[in-house]
Antibody
């Protein structure tokens, strides 16, 4: 059974940093791309970042230069380092396993809430 | 950026009825389109990938169709647990984008 468990969310002041972690199990982690998505309170889904099997990384424009995605295949984990946080980054952050053909978010974690507020 | 427009915003139907949800892309996404279901307080769940392929464990009453710019998610006979918000998503071009969602509510 595929399981994804996010952690690291919380309350942070504007300009602060957080590091989200996602622990994966139930599949061969090193063979799959991984993504982060987010959902602001009461709003729709928004893709944030992705990392390929070989370590290639992708970001939405609004987080480029502030967020860094990484993975540790030895620990079956993916991370999202979030710096210079803004109020508009407030959301539930989900990690997801990507389908083998890279189209869909195949399995999602339960999410972790990040609140950016003074 | 490819914009996905879902319609209607809200769909009010009764259990047993047929639901038809639409997703239109601002440019062709070929068949690189997925559909998700999200219930309150839960993570999204993948229903359909590649426009028409049901994900593992998804009931046969869910079906997807379309290619290019126009896509449809059909629920053939609504069950009580199907009332939720549905999103489409494309992966043809970066950035990956989602539609704004269709809320399927009980009439």
């Amino acid at each position: 059974e595929v399981q994804l468990l996010e952690s690291g969310g919380g309350l942070v002041q504007p300009g602060g940093s957080l590091r989200l972690s996602c622990a994966a199990s139930g599949f061969t982690f090193s063979n799959h791309a991984m993504r982060w998505a987010r959902q602001a309170p009461g709003k729709g889904l928004e893709w944030v970042s992705a990392i390929g099997v070989g370590g290639s990384t992708y970001y939405r424009d609004s987080v480029k230069g502030r967020f860094i995605i990484s993975r540790d295949n030895s620990k079956n984990m993916v991370f999202l380092q979030m710096n210079s946080l803004r109020a508009e980054d407030t959301a539930v952050y989900y990690c997801a396993k990507v389908t083998s053909n890279f189209v869909a978010f195949e399995y999602w974690g339960q999410g972790t809430l990040v609140t950016v507020s003074s | 950026e490819i914009v996905l427009t879902q319609s209607p915003a809200t769909l009010s139907l009764s259990p047993g009825e047929r639901a038809t949800l639409s997703c239109r892309a601002s440019q062709s996404v070929s068949s690189s389109l997925a559909w998700y279901q999200q219930k309150p307080g839960q993570a999204p769940r993948l229903l359909i990938s590649d426009a028409s392929s049901r994900a593992t464990g998804i009931p046969a009453r869910f079906s997807g169709s379309g290619s290019g710019t126009d896509f449809t998610l059909t629920i053939s006979s609504l069950e009580p647990e199907d009332f939720a918000v549905y999103y489409c998503q494309q992966r043809t071009n970066w950035p990956i984008t989602f539609g704004q969602g269709t809320r399927l509510e009980i009439k």
